[in-house]
């Protein structure tokens, strides 16, 4: 089996990547490079360009004719940044989105699995979500996911396309191989402030603490990101299964299924290193909320697929890949 991976040169991306040749399926990268990282795409085959560009798409499928399906990763996902770019996240999300799709039906490609977020939801009382809960969106970043999540269910339902979309929580780690991590040297998301701080030797500021979960601060449901590769290899196997008969369009929520707050993130993490990191309060950022973790079993149910790694194998990867992320990258970003 072969597919293409738009956004193949990112954290998620390549990770999947790896998932897919460690299950010999033959993965085509299609990234621009604007966060990717050309490292990430040794050893397979990739196309340097923007996924709206239909003649680059063309020539993929031209020189490609036996891609049987798309993994969409290609996205911007910095929350913060959305809020305060909003026309270039949905510039960037949804518009060339569409303008992929349409390349995608040009050139006879029926299957897509799209990367979309848990931030999408409506947390219940509890901060518990299945496929089936609220759509409420609270940043333009979470917004751009559900907007082209709708889009692509109204494609799918008229056009010779079928999509999946995979709902990922909160991914943390790194291939365990260690090919592929975050490519952002200091990235935004707590687990990422807290090996910076670690790094630099200052407190790890916890950004919101007036929620209303059991501590105070946000809750996650984070994920170790090979469980995550490993459901897009399993969705892509099932896919058939999954959209059979009428159904031309659904959603698979990916994440653990047990809520950490930040301050259980921040305890697990001084329970992993040697010198514990001390924390400070801070306001939320912009576009912050208390979060949501998935409750539901249809991964399970559906792919065969339950997560294999724990909270502290996150932590230890995400560590492990920080040591040697400068010597692979460079230290530049």
């Known amino acids: 089996m072969k597919v293409l991976i738009s956004g193949g040169a990112g954290f998620i991306g390549s990770t999947v990547g ?57 996205a911007l996902i910095v929350v913060p940044d959305s809020v305060g770019d909003p026309l270039g996240y949905y510039r960037a999300n949804v518009s060339k989105s569409l303008d992929f799709v349409g390349h995608l039906l040009r050139n006879g490609c029926g299957r897509m699995v799209f990367s979309s977020s848990g931030s999408i939801y409506q947390p219940g009382e ?8 609220a759509i409420a969106p609270q940043s333009p970043y979470a917004r751009t996911k559900a907007v082209c999540e709708g889009m692509f269910a109204d494609i ?29 040297r200091r ?81 697990a993490f001084n329970s992993v290193v040697e010198t514990p990191v001390a924390v400070v309060e801070a306001e939320a950022r912009p576009g912050d909320v208390a979060g949501a973790y998935t409750r539901s079993d249809r991964a399970l149910r559906l792919l065969d697929w339950t997560p294999q790694y724990s909270i502290a194998e996150g932590i230890h990867d995400s560590l492990r890949w920080a040591e040697l992320r400068d010597e692979r990258l460079g230290a530049g970003v």
Not at 126 to 133: A, G, I, L, N
Not at 156 to 165: G, M, W
Not at 230 to 259: K, M, P, Q, Y
């Open 187 to 267: 990235p935004s998301f707590a687990l990422g402030k807290l090996i910076e701080a670690q790094e630099d030797g200052v407190p790890f500021r916890i950004t919101g603490t007036d929620y209303a979960t059991r501590d105070g601060s946000g809750i996650r449901d984070y994920i170790h990101v090979w469980d995550l590769a490993t459901a897009h290899v399993a969705a892509l196997g099932r896919f058939d299964e999954v959209l059979a008969g009428e159904t031309r369009s659904s959603v698979i929520n990916l994440g653990t299924g047990t809520g950490t707050t930040v301050n259980e993130l921040v305890a």
């Open 126 to 133: 509890d901060f518990s979500v299945d496929e089936d809960s």
């Open 18 to 74: 790896s998932a897919c040749l460690d299950a010999g399926i033959t993965p085509v990268v299609l990234d621009s490079l604007v966060t990717g990282r050309r490292e990430f795409t040794e050893g397979r085959a990739f196309y340097e360009g923007d996924i709206a560009d239909g003649a680059l798409v063309d020539r993929i499928f031209a020189e490609h004719p036996d891609i049987e399906a798309v993994v969409h990763c290609a």
């Open 156 to 184: 799918a339902a008229t056009q010779p396309i079928r999509i999946l979309s995979l709902r990922y929580f909160n991914p943390i780690g790194a291939d365990p191989k260690m090919r592929t991590g975050l490519q952002v």
